[in-house]
């Protein structure tokens, strides 16, 4: 394979693929709660991607079994899975609560780890601490949501952190051995195409061991969606192969051993401004990148320099 594929790390690391199931702890966000803000993120709505076994009332246990049950009928032979804990922010609590919640999804027979998605501003040295004292016995795999390398973009989109800090977070985390994992959303408004692959040498930069990235999707009835009506030409719209082609030139520039767990993303059309890519799906997106990547011949890291 001419990328570094996070699914295959799993299968070459655990002899298996390792199927994320979501959990809803009922958590928030500083940029919602007012701790920081009240508007969240411009881009945001997370009804989403929020799958429909998730609720923030149910039971941990009871949201891990109906994850469970809703994946084995794509991957039938699934036997383990990874709790992710995705929507909001989720560290964002005292750690007596969150060693209450990681320890009940750890605690499910077919749970063999967890993945605690977060704010880079929603961590600390205690929070840290726990996470790396369950990582000596189960997977901890932790992603922040960084979204861009740029401050001013971070403001734009009402982030409520600077890169600095999400600097500090990834480091303090990988220090104590977690894998570290983040997310990017590649055509934010102001974000050039230019910009955006100088942005690449920055995340190299970054001790992490896993990035994700998604297109920048208009969700309807977000902030951002009137930002694109007003200022249509502050937007980098990518058709798909035009996508295909930039995230080509992006991974070429990417550090070899970053795994990348995935470069595109899918929203319910019913969330979305428009949907001009159509009705594809990741499974197809993966194809059309290893095809570009074959008739290119290139592979990511091509242009890494130290």
Avoid at 19 to 28: E, L, M, N, P, S
Avoid at 32 to 46: A, H, L
Avoid at 268 to 285: A, D, K, Q, T, Y
Wanted: neutral net charge; aromatic residues 12%.
């Amino acid at each position: 394979m001419r990328y570094n594929s996070y699914v295959g790390y799993f299968k070459r690391v655990y002899g298996e693929r390792l199927q994320k199931v979501v959990i809803d702890a009922g958590f928030t966000c500083p940029n919602r709660d007012g701790s920081v803000g009240r508007s969240g993120c411009t881009y945001c709505d997370n009804r989403a991607f929020h799958p429909g076994y998730t609720s923030p009332g149910m039971p941990i246990a009871t949201q891990i079994d109906e994850g469970i049950k809703f994946h084995r009928v794509r991957y039938r032979n699934a036997s383990h899975f990874l709790a992710y804990f995705q929507p909001y922010s989720n560290t964002y609590a005292d750690v007596t609560r969150l060693e209450s919640l990681y320890t009940q999804a750890l605690s499910h027979p077919d749970v063999v780890g967890i993945v605690v998605g977060t704010r880079p501003d929603c961590v600390d040295g205690q929070k840290l601490d726990l996470l790396q004292s369950l990582s000596k016995e189960h997977i901890v795999i932790v992603e922040y949501g960084i979204e861009s390398v740029y401050d001013d973009t971070l403001r734009r989109i009402n982030r409520g952190h600077d890169f600095q800090m999400a600097v500090n977070a990834v480091r303090m985390t990988a220090q104590r051995g977690i894998q570290t994992g983040a997310h990017f959303i590649l055509g934010l408004p102001g974000e050039s195409k230019e910009r955006m692959l100088a942005s690449a040498s920055i995340i190299n930069s970054l001790p992490l061991h896993s990035v994700k990235f998604h297109q920048l999707q208009i969700v309807k009835g977000t902030k951002m969606e009137k930002e694109y009506a007003d200022h249509p030409e502050d937007f980098e719209n990518f058709t798909l192969e035009g996508y295909i082609d930039f995230f080509v030139d992006f991974l070429e520039r990417l550090r070899p051993d970053l795994y990348i767990e995935r470069f595109a993303g899918e929203v319910p059309p019913r969330f979305l401004n428009s949907s001009p890519w159509g009705l594809i799906r990741n499974v197809e997106l993966l194809r059309l990148l290893e095809k570009r990547l074959e008739e290119r011949d290139t592979e990511q890291g091509r242009l890494y320099k130290i």
